[in-house]
């Protein structure tokens, strides 16, 4: 596999711009559950993945993962595997949805929900199998997290995949 220069420097940016947001805490909005914080970095993902591709995607997804690991208040996202993985699955749920669709608007705004619960359902999915969160602590953090994180994710990446797409036709 080899990737364009474009591709490299999408990867380098938008990955820079999610460990930013994730460092510095302007992606991840302080909510009052268990949980702690919402988070917006999965648009991010999304976008990467909708603009350049699975592969552009997977990469961002993997910095998005890196930098929920290190920079982990939650001891849920202390485990490798629950910070790592669905992150790089929102890439690969993302383009699926995204190819299947026709029609642009549509397919992005199905995409970024879908890629938005990838992250909700991984997270707490994997957290609840390895036993460091329970179940219905991560039912109730779906809830309130789940929905309101896949409205936004669908708002934001409409926009933002619309103004891309029109800034790169001319």
Do not use: W
Request: charged share 10%; hydrophobic share 60%; proline share 5%.
């Amino acid at each position: 596999m080899v990737l364009s220069t474009r591709k490299i420097t999408t990867i380098a940016l938008l990955g820079a711009l999610t460990a930013v947001l994730g460092i510095t805490g302007l992606g991840l909005i302080p909510v009052p559950t268990a949980a702690g914080r919402a988070t917006i970095l999965h648009v991010v993902v999304i976008l990467a993945t909708l603009l350049e591709g699975p592969v552009v995607g997977i990469f961002v997804g993997l910095i998005f993962g890196f930098t929920s690991f290190f920079t982990a208040a939650n001891p849920l996202l202390m485990h490798p595997v629950v910070a790592i993985l669905p992150r790089v699955l929102i890439a690969v749920t993302t383009y699926c949805v995204f190819r299947l669709i026709k029609n642009d608007t549509l397919s992005a705004t199905l995409s970024a929900v879908v890629g938005s619960a990838t992250n909700t359902i991984g997270v707490l999915g994997l957290g609840v199998l390895f036993k460091l969160i329970p179940y219905q602590a991560a039912l109730g953090v779906a809830a309130l997290h789940g929905i309101p994180e896949a409205v936004l994710a669908a708002v934001i990446t409409l926009l933002l995949y619309r103004i891309i797409k029109k800034i790169r036709k001319k």
